[in-house]
RNA sequence: GGCCCCAUCGUCUAGCCUGGUCCAGGACGGAUGGUUCUCAGCCAUUAAACACCGGUUCAAAUCCGGUUGGGGCUACCA
């Protein structure tokens, strides 16, 4: 049989890591089985449900790489749950009652009574009857688990304004899209024994379940919207690369065993298997993100790296999108790949001196060019102007040359070259800078510096 | 409160099913040192955990029970 699983989530807020990592989970297993990934949304509240927020989620699917086969709404299929639950009423199963007030308790002996010879439709709602029995299922990653029905009232199907509830919409939507396995959170280990109700009232093949370890806050309790939240367009954003946040989210609940960390997703779909995901919730630290995102920083294409990047740097107005150097910005990728964390670091790291000229800070000022070193600037930039080769190598030779003959250590005249080209004390290889800012940069930069004496 | 799930370094985890090879391994983060220029990177060294109590056994991180702790559900939210 053909697996099929999906993922569904609501639209009423952002699709974050917690969500992300129950899709990719999905996804993974999908793969792995050559089955197919369904997406659908479960957009039953019609009041807190939001187009940006579906947005958003479809969005960040398809920038982590979660292609899916088939897309579903659930407020386009309401007819259907109805005629479910009719169904169920006309065989018994269900009953038909007024709203409960709020502080009614919903006692199904008394709310029996007054269900039958009503019309339907006019705000009332469709209730499961809930017999007393055990609910068992066999959990892919949990192994046995059940319940006694005894503990669980009767369940509203379909709401008085005509909606369904989750449990109800879920349990047809699984059935009917013919979903093998239902891989989501944890939290919904105790409403497993409610579907399994519905599935057996209404007589329907159950899938097989499997369910995560979620993902918690820091601080705590589940991640939301106060708590670590993060939505992912925002890691998007700050310049995180997809790859990584999909090997970070790998390793939250799971493992290949031994020591791997980098896996990539080619990889992963070989390795993965559902049966070794952990029964144990997972505090999310971004720490490890960060250098997981930094390993795929030093491996990337700095020319993949500046199609991203290029749109940042317009966007802070640093370039020029329709008329800028696009060899310069890929020489400063280069320079700059191993020291970022993520790309949008790259705009912070680079902008003040390689992309505009920034006077430089008056504490670096005193300290590193408060001695005036006019002649070592003037005979290093002499030197500089004879060289063919503006390269790394030759421009240390150079440099090299130069404190020699003047009897100095090289740090002497380093750190202050630094400073007075970038503005900074630290940075990347000093002889690298130079030849990425190229000869003319160089020397309109530290020309600044010498006093004219004889002018 | 009731029901359910879970429990290895600060964090992610390996090992647990198939007890001995584990005075518990790796990674992130931390600390220290190295890299004839800083930072990042890289390299090396280092501190750091089997929640607790019983039981089974010649032997338990590994099996069983309890306690404690954490989490989830308990809605005409999803």
Not at 270 to 287: P, Q, S, W
Request: hydrophobic share 45%.
């Amino acid at each position: 049989m053909m697996v099929r699983v999906r993922f569904a989530p609501s639209p009423t807020g952002f699709l974050h890591i917690g969500g992300s990592r129950t899709a990719l989970f999905n996804w993974l297993y999908a793969r792995s089985q050559k089955g197919e990934f369904i997406l659908r949304i479960e957009d039953t509240d019609a009041l807190r449900s939001k187009k940006e927020y579906l947005d958003e989620i479809l969005t960040s699917l398809t920038w982590l790489g979660f292609r899916w086969d088939e897309l579903y709404h659930q407020s386009e299929r309401f007819a259907l749950y109805r005629e479910y639950a009719d169904k169920l009423v006309a065989a018994g199963k269900a009953y038909r009652a007024e709203k409960l007030a709020p502080e009614e308790s919903p006692d199904l002996q008394t709310s029996e009574a007054g269900a039958k010879a009503q019309p339907r439709g006019t705000g009332q709602a469709v209730i499961l009857k809930v017999p007393q029995q055990k609910a068992a299922f066999d959990d892919l990653i949990r192994g046995p688990i059940e319940f006694d029905t005894a503990v669980i009232k009767d369940q509203v199907l379909i709401k008085s304004d005509g909606t369904p509830t989750y449990n109800f919409a879920c349990v047809i939507d699984d059935a009917l899209m013919k979903i093998t396995h239902v891989i989501r959170g944890d939290d919904h280990i105790s409403n497993t024994p409610k579907q399994i109700l519905i599935y057996e009232a209404l007589g329907l093949a159950m899938p097989q379940f499997a369910h995560l370890p979620l993902i918690l806050a820091k601080e705590g309790g589940r991640l939301s919207k106060r708590k670590g939240a993060t939505a992912i367009s925002e890691f998007r954003e700050a310049g995180y690369l997809p790859e990584a946040l999909v090997n970070f989210l790998l390793l939250l609940g799971w493992s290949p065993g031994g020591d791997r960390e980098i896996i990539g997703i080619t990889e992963a779909i070989e390795l993965f298997d559902i049966r070794k995901v952990n029964k144990t919730a997972a505090v999310l630290d971004i720490g490890k993100l960060n250098w997981i995102n930094n390993e795929y920083l030093k491996a990337a294409d700095p020319e993949k790296l500046a199609d991203q990047i290029v749109p940042l740097l317009a966007g802070k107005q640093l370039i020029d999108k329709d008329n800028f150097d696009r060899n310069y910005v890929v020489s400063l990728i280069k320079l700059f790949q191993a020291r970022m964390t993520f790309v949008g670091d790259f705009v912070e790291r680079a902008d003040t001196f390689f992309l505009q000229d920034v006077p430089v800070e008056t504490k670096d000022k005193e300290k590193f060019l408060g001695k005036d070193l006019s002649k070592e600037f003037g005979l290093f930039l002499e030197r500089l102007a004879r060289l063919n080769n503006f390269d790394p190598p030759a421009i240390e030779a150079e440099f090299r040359a130069l404190v020699a003959e003047l009897n100095i250590q090289a740090k002497e005249l380093i750190h202050p070259i630094r400073v007075a080209l970038t503005g900074k004390t630290v940075g990347p290889g000093l002889f690298e800078v130079i030849a990425v800012l190229g000869k003319e940069r160089t020397r309109l930069r530290l020309s600044k510096w010498i006093k004219k004496e004889n002018g």
